[in-house]
Structure formats: structure tokens, C-alpha cells
């Protein structure tokens, strides 16, 4: 089908409606010059109306340029009514906007943006989902662990009663969490504990894939035998993918002394990559 415009200013119509017809090509040509719909035309096209089924409303595509040499903006005006814009194709494959967003943008993809600004309230709806993050607890319950420690040896907290709090992204094993992705991690823990002998130094940490890391270390002095007392800190950690992460305790004075973990909780929260 080809739509012919004279250059006559007063001769060209505002809309040219092409109504009940199938599969066709349409051409539009200018005095001699013939261009596809997907090709430049000059004199410029001002826009191409889109009627409804009923005919009773119009989408409009526009050009808002004064020139086609260079790259220009094409406006979709809805016509003040709420529409859902589709691409359609044989599959979902088929569809391609990557000139916008150079990756799949699909509600089951994973895109990549290189940063996100909101300026707005945020939270996430999917039960489990989010950031990832885990946890562990002695849920309250003493779970007597103890240890006839060397000075200055650093000694792994590994006890069955140390159970899973919310784990995303993350398992959990007596006490020992694995993230699965890598980034930093903000971790804060505490533990109650119980030394036997007074004026005691105990130390704890976190231990990352059992190497105790200066970063939220905390130190305590028990100055009477028998005593509880508790250890607590927090630190941002950068982990690698499967790193492990659990809580360790160490005396620094002269002898064997022996320590015991009385209740331990851990938490961890991916706050960056």
C-alpha cells in the first residue's frame, strides 16, 4: 500500500486512516520520494495515530525534532488514558530493547545497573527474599560449650545447639554460616561465657574461614573465678563467595585455662559489593 502526499501544504492531511486491511507494507511517498516507515522522510512526518479496536481513541507516535540527521526523540503520547505497553513476540527471546537497557529487564531477570538512586521509601515483598543475610542463636538456651584452652590459642565456637535464625542466600551449621555471594558484610555477635579462674583476659572474634580477623575483636578481664560476664562487637567484613564465618574465644594468660560458652548469636547482612 503506498500513501501518497503532494508537497502542497493545504492538500496534506493531518491523519491518514487506514482501516479493515490485513498484512500489508506501507510505503509513504513525497512528491518522488518513496521511504518505508522505518526510514527517514523528508519533509518529516509529524506523527502516525494509532486507533483502538472501537476507533474511539488514538495512541500517537511522535517525533519531537526539527531534523532527522541526527539521533532524536520518539514520544509515545497515551492520549490521557491508562495503557500497558507490550512487546509482543513469537518468544520472549524475540524481544529486544537493548538499546535502552542493553540487558534483559523481564520480571525474572537479574539486570545489572551500574547505581540506583531512590528517592523514596523502599522494601521488599517476597517472603525470604532481599539482601542476603544470616543468623544463628543459642535460642536462650545455655548451650555448654567448653574448653580446656591454651593461652593464646584461638578455639572455634562448634556446638549442635546453635541453631539457624533467617538465613537468605546463606547456611548455617553449629554455628558456622557460608555466604553464598560476595560483598561486605556488616556483623554484630555476642556470647556470654564463664571462666573458672579469677583475673582472667579472654578474647573473642570473628573468624573467617578459620582465620580470626582484627576487625571486631573484644576483650574482656574476669576478675572473679566463676563468673559470667559477656563479649559482644560488630564489624563490616569483605567475604568472598562460600566464605565461612563463626565466633572464636582465646585466653592471652600463662597456663591452660578452662573457658566455657554459655549462649552465642550471630547476625550478617550484605550492606554492600
Request: hydrophobic share 40%.
Amino acid at each position: 500500500m503506498i500513501i501518497d502526499l503532494e508537497k502542497a501544504g493545504s492538500n496534506i492531511p493531518e491523519f491518514v486512516s487506514i482501516e479493515n486491511v490485513g498484512n500489508f507494507q506501507l510505503l509513504i511517498r513525497i512528491g518522488q520520494t518513496i521511504r518505508g516507515v522505518d526510514g527517514t522522510i523528508s519533509p518529516r512526518v509529524g506523527g502516525v495515530a494509532l486507533l483502538d479496536a472501537a476507533g474511539d481513541y488514538y495512541l500517537t507516535l511522535l517525533a519531537n525534532n526539527t531534523g532527522m540527521a541526527g539521533d532524536q526523540s520518539l514520544t509515545l503520547d497515551l492520549g490521557s488514558k491508562s495503557r500497558t505497553l507490550r512487546l509482543i513476540g513469537v518468544a520472549a527471546t524475540d524481544i529486544s530493547i537493548s538499546d535502552w537497557f542493553n540487558q534483559n529487564v523481564k520480571d525474572t531477570a537479574q539486570p545489572t545497573y551500574a547505581g540506583v538512586i531512590l528517592h523514596g521509601d523502599s522494601w521488599h515483598t517476597l517472603s525470604g527474599g532481599g539482601w542476603p543475610y544470616g543468623s544463628f542463636t543459642s535460642a536462650g538456651v545455655e548451650i555448654a560449650w567448653t574448653q580446656a584452652a591454651a593461652s593464646g590459642t584461638w578455639y572455634d565456637i562448634s556446638d549442635a545447639d546453635l541453631v539457624s535464625g533467617e538465613l537468605n542466600l546463606c547456611t548455617q551449621d553449629s554455628g558456622q554460616i557460608t555466604v553464598s555471594k560476595a560483598g561486605r558484610y556488616l556483623i554484630n555477635y555476642s556470647l556470654t561465657l564463664e571462666v573458672h579462674t579469677a583475673n582472667t583476659h579472654v578474647e573473642s572474634a570473628i573468624s573467617v574461614n578459620g582465620t580470626e580477623s582484627t576487625h571486631g575483636m573484644a576483650h574482656q578481664e574476669g576478675r572473679t573465678a566463676n563468673t559470667e560476664y559477656q563479649l559482644a562487637s560488630t564489624a563490616i567484613l569483605n567475604l568472598a563467595a562460600l566464605d565461612t564465618v563463626n565466633l572464636s574465644i582465646r585466653h592471652v594468660d600463662a597456663g591452660t585455662i578452662t573457658l566455657d560458652v554459655e549462649m552465642a548469636d550471630l547476625t550478617l547482612v550484605q550492606v554492600g559489593g
